[in-house]
C-alpha cells in the first residue's frame, strides 16, 4: 500500500466580518502546467506570486513548484509568497489543506489562511520543514465551527519570518490539494472480545477511492498516530487484535489511505478494556467503622476491588460502585461509592450518616465490565446523638429551614468564599453565627492549598476530580461540624463560566474551567456532552460530601446573571437550573434544599425558578437596582431592603434570604456609625419580613467591615430567635408604614413577632401602632432593645375587632428601632375598666360611610374580660351614633358612628358601666374628602396615604403645601422607574387631591412621590386587580 508521512497541524484564528460571493468547494494544484497562472473560465488567473523575488525566486518546472530561497540581510518579516484562488472557495465539508513539501533547508513556514476578500478571518499554521531533502506530507484542518459561512481566498507562506538569520536552499512544492475531495472514517465501533480480543468495525465514506487503512493503538484517548503507535495495515474495514494484556485500557484510531498513497485525517479514538473472563471480580470490605454509630454521625466503608478493568476511577461508566441501605423503618437508600486519591495510593470509599436510630443493613454492588460481584448484606445499629442534621425546609412551614430532626434554624450567616482558616471559625461560631458560604473557585491559597483549583479542575482534567479541593472541602466540613455551623456551598461561581459578556472582571472560563476543552461559556449550559460530565461530576460531589452533616445548602450558582450563557441564551441558561435542580432533589439522600442567585426578584415570580430558597443580592450603592426616593439614607436603606424582602417573598411559599449583601456597597463607609447601623438594619427587617436567614454578608475575608458592634448584631439578633418556633407555627407577613413610623412583623392569630422603625424622628419611645389580624382576646407584648439584646418591658394588651393597640415603651437611650415578641394569653377574670377603639382614618363621604365604635371590658393588667354587661355611650361634636346603650357579648359590643358633612372636624365619644373605670375618645380629627378651592391651610407640607389603599382601579392621593411652591407628583415602579407624572405645576398653598387611574397597570407595589420646593416625600401604594 502506497502512503506518504503525514503531519497534522491546527492554527489560530483572527476574526473579522467577511461577505459572501461565487464559490467552489475543492482546489487541487498538481504543477504539472509548467506555469504558475493558470487558464480559468477564459480568463488568465495568476495563482502563485511574490512580494519579494530577492527571498523567494519561483519557478514551475518538472511537475513542482520551485523555489529558490535566499533569506539575507535585506528580507523582511513581511516577505511572503501567495497563492490566490482562481475563485473563492467552500471547505465547510472538508475544511482541509494539503501539500507535500520537500527541502534542502531547515526551514519554519508560517501558512496563512485567508478567508474572505478583505481578510475576514486569518488562521495561522506552522510547518516546520526538516530540510532533508524527502518529501513531506503536511495536513492542516481548519476550525470549522469558526470558519462557517467563509470562503478561502489566499494562502500566504512567510518562510522563517521573524528569523534574522540567513538561510538559502531549494524548496520544493506539489500536490497542493484545498478542500474537495477526502476519506472520512465512519461508525467506528471497538469491542472487548473474550476479554483480552479487541475487534474493530468501520466503514469509510469512498471505499472505490481507498487503498487501505492503518490501525492506531495508544494509551491515552487523545494520542497522536505515529510509526510507534502503528499496530497494523489493513485493506478490510475490519480488525481483530489478540493476547491483549488483560487489565488494560486500550485506545484505537484509524487512518484511511486513498489509491495515491495519500493518508488522511484520523479517526476519532475508541476505548476497550480488557480483563480475564475465567476470572470473576471480587469486592470486599476491608474496613468499616465499628461500633454503633450516632444520628448523623459518618459511618465510613474502605473496599477493596479485584479482577477489575479500570481507565478512568471517577467514571461511573467506567465503574459502577454503590450500596443500598435498609433502613429501620423500611425505606431504600442508594448511597454511591467514590474513588479516594487524596494523599492515599487509590481507596475505592462508601461514606453514610444514619437518619433514624435502631438496626441498618446494606449490601455493596459494583458492576464492571469484567463482570459483577456484591457483598452478603451487613447491619450496624444507630443511636442517638446531639446533632440534629443536615438542613430542609420545613414541610409545616415552607417559609422556614428545619434541621433534619425539626430542630428549627434561622440562619445567622457570613459569606467567606476563600481562605477559611479554623481560628476564624472559631470567632464567628463565639458570634453565634452558624452558617458561612463557600466558593468552588481557584482565589482559596489557606488550608492544604486546595482552594486554589476548582472540583473539576484544568489540572485533574475533565472527567476527573481534583484531589487536592476535595481535601480542602473535607478540611472545612470537618471544621464546621467540630462548631455545630452549616455550609452554603456555590457548585459553580460565575467568573468560572464567563468568557466575555456581560464584561465583569475576572473572566476565568478559558483559564481555569476544563470545559473549555469540548464547549466555549455561552454552549456550557445547553450542551448535551457538558452535562453528561457535569452529571458525573453531582454525582461524585455528592457521593464524597453529602453525608456532612454541616453541608447545609446547595447553591447551584452565585450571580447567574453574570455568565456569559445566561446573557446570550437565558432560557436554556433557566432550563439547566431546572434539570440541576432537578438532579440535586432526586439523588440527594438527605434532602438539602437548593438556591441560586440572578439579578433581580422578579426572575423568581417571572420564570417560575424551581430552587428551594429565593435568594437576591443586596447591593446598596447599585442604584440601577435600588432607587433613593429620600433624603435620609437610612431612610433609603430600610426602604429598599424591605421592598427587596418582600420581593423574593412574593415568588411563593418559600424560604427566602440575601445570599450576599453590604461589602463596600452601602451607604456609609466600613467601619463607621452608619455602616453598622445599616447593617443592623438590614438584619433586623429581614426578620420581620419573613426571611430564613440573615443576608451572608460579603466577605468575610475583608475583617475592617466585622467590628465588634457588626458582630454583636448577630448575638443579639441570636438571642431574640433563639425560643421562636419558626418550623411548625405558620406566618403570614403584616406590615404598617405610616409618615412617622414603620413595622414590619410575622404574625397568625395568636402570635407574631416583628420590628417597628422610627421615621421622623431618632427615638421609637412611646410609639402607638394598631395591629389588626389578631383573634379577639388577651396577648402579651415582650419589647427587646435591639442594641443591648435586652427584654426590657412586658405589656399586655388586647385584640378585639381583630384590632390591638400597642405602644413601644420609654427607651433609656434615643433608639429608631425596637423589637417585639406577642402571643396569646388566658383572658382576665376580674373586670375593671372600659376601653374605647375608633378608627384613626375616619372621612366625610356623601353618603355618610359609617364606622365601628368598640368598647371591650380589661382587668386592671389590661387582659380581655369576658362579661357582659350594659354600656351606655355619649357623643359630643359632629355626627350621630347608632346606639346609646348595648350589652357586652363575652366582654365586647360595636355601635356605629356616622359623620356629618356639616358640623366641624371635632368629635368625642365616652363609654361607661356600673362599677367600671369609663372611657373616652376625645378630640378625635375627622380627615375630609377636601376639594382644592378649600381655603385651609396647612402649617406643613405633607404627602398623605392615598385612599382607598389597596385600590383597584383608581385611587385619590391628599398632600399639604404650607405656600405656594412648585410641584411635582410622580408615580414610579417599585424598582424606581417612572411611569406617570401627574402633577408638574405652580400650586396654591392648601390641602390639595388629585385622582389616579390606574386602569392599563398590572397588579402590585408602586410608589408616589411628591415634590414641593425642598420637600421630599414617597409612599407606597396597592393595585389589586
Known amino acids: ?62 511537475g513542482v513548484l520551485n523555489v529558490d530561497y535566499n533569506r539575507s540581510s535585506s528580507s523582511t518579516e513581511n516577505d511572503f509568497i501567495r497563492f490566490t484562488s482562481p475563485e473563492n472557495l467552500d471547505v465547510s465539508e472538508n475544511p482541509t489543506i494539503r501539500l507535500k513539501i520537500r527541502s534542502s533547508v531547515y526551514t519554519t513556514i508560517t501558512l496563512r489562511a485567508v478567508f474572505g476578500f478583505l481578510g475576514g478571518i486569518n488562521q495561522d499554521f506552522t510547518l516546520n520543514v526538516s530540510g532533508n531533502n524527502t518529501w513531506e506530507d503536511y495536513l492542516v484542518e481548519f476550525d470549522s465551527g469558526l470558519i462557517q459561512n467563509e470562503q478561502l481566498n489566499y494562502l500566504y507562506f512567510y518562510f522563517d519570518k521573524n528569523s534574522g538569520t540567513n538561510r538559502f536552499g531549494d524548496v520544493l512544492f506539489d500536490d497542493l490539494r484545498i478542500a474537495g475531495f477526502r476519506l472520512t472514517i465512519d ?37 497522536e498516530p505515529s510509526d510507534e503507535t502503528l499496530v497494523t495495515e489493513s485493506e478490510a474495514t475490519t480488525f481483530t487484535q489478540s493476547d491483549l494484556a488483560v487489565y488494560s485500557t486500550y485506545f484505537y484510531r484509524i487512518i484511511p489511505v486513498d489509491t495515491s498513497g495519500i493518508r488522511y485525517l484520523p479517526s476519532e479514538s475508541r476505548m476497550i478494556q480488557t480483563f480475564d473472563e475465567t476470572v470473576q471480580p471480587v469486592l470486599n470490605i476491608s474496613q468499616s467503622t465499628q461500633g454503633d454509630i450516632g444520628l448523623f454521625e459518618a459511618f465510613e466503608l474502605e473496599l477493596d476491588l479485584e479482577h477489575v478493568s479500570i481507565y478512568n476511577p471517577y467514571d461511573p461508566d467506567d465503574l459502577d460502585l454503590y450500596a443500598r441501605f435498609f433502613s429501620p423503618t423500611g425505606d431504600t437508600l442508594r448511597i454511591n ?14 461514606y453514610f450518616a444514619p437518619m433514624e436510630t435502631g438496626s441498618w443493613s446494606y449490601q455493596i454492588f459494583m458492576h464492571n465490565i469484567a463482570g459483577s460481584d456484591s457483598t452478603t448484606m451487613q447491619t450496624f445499629d444507630a443511636v442517638e446523638s446531639p446533632h440534629h442534621g443536615p438542613l430542609r425546609v420545613s414541610t409545616e412551614n415552607p417559609d422556614y429551614l428545619i434541621h433534619a430532626d425539626g430542630t428549627p434554624f434561622y440562619g445567622l450567616a457570613v459569606y467567606y468564599p476563600w481562605n477559611v482558616v479554623e481560628n476564624d471559625l472559631e470567632v464567628l461560631r463565639s458570634y453565634d453565627l452558624n452558617m458561612i458560604g463557600y466558593w468552588n473557585g481557584t482565589y482559596d491559597g489557606y488550608g492544604n492549598g486546595g482552594g486554589r483549583y476548582l472540583f473539576e479542575s484544568i489540572d485533574s482534567g475533565l472527567g476527573r476530580y481534583d484531589q487536592r479541593k476535595m481535601g ?27 468568557d466575555g459578556e456581560p464584561g465583569w472582571d475576572p473572566i476565568h472560563f478559558e483559564i481555569y474551567n476544563p470545559y473549555k476543552e469540548i464547549v466555549n461559556a455561552t454552549e456550557f449550559y445547553s450542551d448535551s456532552l457538558a452535562w453528561e460530565y457535569q452529571l458525573k461530576q453531582y454525582r461524585y460531589l455528592i457521593a464524597r460530601f453529602a453525608h456532612h452533616r454541616a453541608l447545609g445548602i446547595w447553591e447551584i450558582i ?8 445566561f446573557i446570550k441564551d437565558q432560557n436554556g441558561a433557566l432550563e439547566w437550573i431546572d434539570k440541576m435542580d432537578a438532579y440535586l432533589k432526586e439523588h440527594d439522600p438527605y434532602k438539602r434544599p437548593t438556591t441560586a442567585s440572578f439579578g433581580s426578584v422578579s426572575i423568581f415570580k417571572e420564570k417560575d425558578i424551581p430552587v428551594d430558597i429565593a435568594n437576591r443580592h443586596y447591593y446598596e450603592t447599585q442604584t440601577y437596582y435600588y432607587p433613593q426616593p429620600y433624603e435620609d439614607a437610612y431612610h433609603n436603606n430600610i426602604f429598599n431592603l424591605v421592598n427587596t424582602y418582600q420581593g423574593l417573598k412574593e415568588s411563593g411559599k418559600r424560604p427566602a434570604m440575601f445570599g450576599e449583601a453590604g461589602h463596600t456597597a452601602m451607604y456609609f463607609p466600613t467601619g463607621s456609625e452608619g455602616y453598622n447601623t445599616e447593617f443592623h438594619n438590614a438584619l433586623w427587617s429581614g426578620l420581620a419580613t419573613g426571611m430564613a436567614s440573615t443576608p451572608f454578608w460579603w466577605d468575610y475575608t475583608t475583617k475592617s467591615i466585622f467590628t465588634d458592634e457588626v458582630m454583636n448584631t448577630y448575638v443579639h439578633l441570636g438571642s431574640f430567635v433563639e425560643d421562636l418556633d419558626l418550623s411548625v407555627t405558620d406566618f403570614a407577613a403584616y406590615s404598617i408604614e405610616r409618615d412617622d413610623a414603620y413595622l414590619y412583623s410575622m404574625q397568625n392569630d395568636t402570635s407574631a413577632f416583628g420590628w417597628a422603625w422610627k421615621v421622623d424622628s431618632l427615638d421609637i419611645s412611646e410609639t402607638e401602632f394598631s395591629v389588626t389580624d389578631l383573634e379577639t382576646g388577651s396577648f402579651e407584648i415582650n419589647w427587646y432593645e435591639t442594641w443591648s439584646g435586652e427584654y426590657i418591658k412586658k405589656d399586655t394588651s388586647t385584640s378585639v375587632t381583630s384590632l390591638m393597640n400597642i405602644v413601644t415603651p420609654t427607651l433609656s437611650g434615643a433608639k429608631r428601632d425596637i423589637a417585639f415578641k406577642i402571643k396569646s394569653i388566658s383572658n382576665g377574670t376580674d373586670a375593671y375598666g372600659l376601653n374605647l377603639i375608633v378608627p384613626d382614618d375616619i372621612k366625610v363621604t356623601e353618603d355618610q360611610t359609617t364606622y365601628p365604635v368598640t368598647v371591650f371590658i380589661t382587668d386592671e393588667s389590661g387582659r380581655l374580660v369576658e362579661q357582659s354587661v350594659t354600656v351606655s355611650f355619649t357623643l359630643s361634636g359632629n355626627g350621630e351614633i347608632s346606639q346609646s346603650e348595648v350589652v357586652t357579648t363575652n366582654g365586647v359590643a360595636t355601635i356605629q358612628y356616622t359623620p356629618h358633612p356639616e358640623g366641624g372636624t371635632l368629635f368625642s365619644i365616652s363609654a361607661m358601666s356600673e362599677g367600671l373605670v369609663p372611657a373616652v375618645v376625645n378630640n378625635q380629627m375627622i380627615t375630609a374628602n377636601r376639594n382644592e378651592d378649600e381655603n385651609m391651610i396647612p402649617s406643613g407640607f405633607k404627602l398623605e396615604q392615598n385612599y382607598p389603599n389597596p385600590f383597584n382601579p383608581s385611587t385619590s392621593i391628599n398632600y399639604h403645601l404650607a405656600k405656594s411652591s412648585m410641584v411635582k407628583l410622580s408615580i414610579y415602579s417599585i424598582t424606581g422607574q417612572l411611569i406617570e407624572t401627574l402633577i408638574n405645576e405652580v400650586k396654591p398653598a392648601g390641602i390639595h387631591s388629585i385622582n389616579f387611574d390606574a386602569m392599563g397597570l398590572a ?7 411628591l415634590e414641593a420646593g425642598s420637600f421630599i416625600q414617597t409612599r407606597k401604594m396597592a393595585l389589586i386587580k
Open 1003 to 1009: 397588579s402590585g407595589l408602586y410608589l408616589y412621590r
Open 472 to 498: 480542602r472541602l473535607e478540611q472545612i466540613l470537618g471544621w464546621l461540624e467540630d462548631r455545630n455551623m452549616m455550609l452554603m456551598y456555590s457548585i459553580w461561581a460565575h467568573p468560572f463560566l464567563r
Open 558 to 565: 452565585n450571580e447567574m446573571h453574570g455568565t456569559t450563557g
Open 337 to 350: 461509592g467514590f474513588y479516594d486519591e487524596y494523599q492515599t495510593d487509590g481507596i475505592w470509599r462508601i
Open 187 to 223: 461508525q467506528f465501533n471497538a469491542e472487548t472480545k473474550n476479554g483480552n480480543e479487541a475487534e474493530l468495525t468501520w466503514t469509510v465514506n469512498d471505499m472505490a477511492g481507498t487503498s487501505g487503512f492503518e490501525v492506531h493503538r495508544g494509551n491515552e484517548s487523545d494520542f
Open 1 to 62: 500500500m502506497k502512503k506518504t508521512p503525514l503531519i497534522l497541524l491546527f492554527g489560530l484564528l483572527i476574526v473579522f466580518t467577511v461577505p459572501l460571493s461565487a464559490q467552489i468547494t475543492g482546489f487541487h494544484d498538481d504543477f504539472e502546467d509548467g506555469s504558475p497562472d493558470t487558464l480559468w473560465n477564459g480568463t488568465t488567473k495568476t495563482l502563485w506570486w511574490t512580494n519579494a523575488e530577492g527571498t523567494y525566486g519561483l519557478d514551475e518546472s518538472n
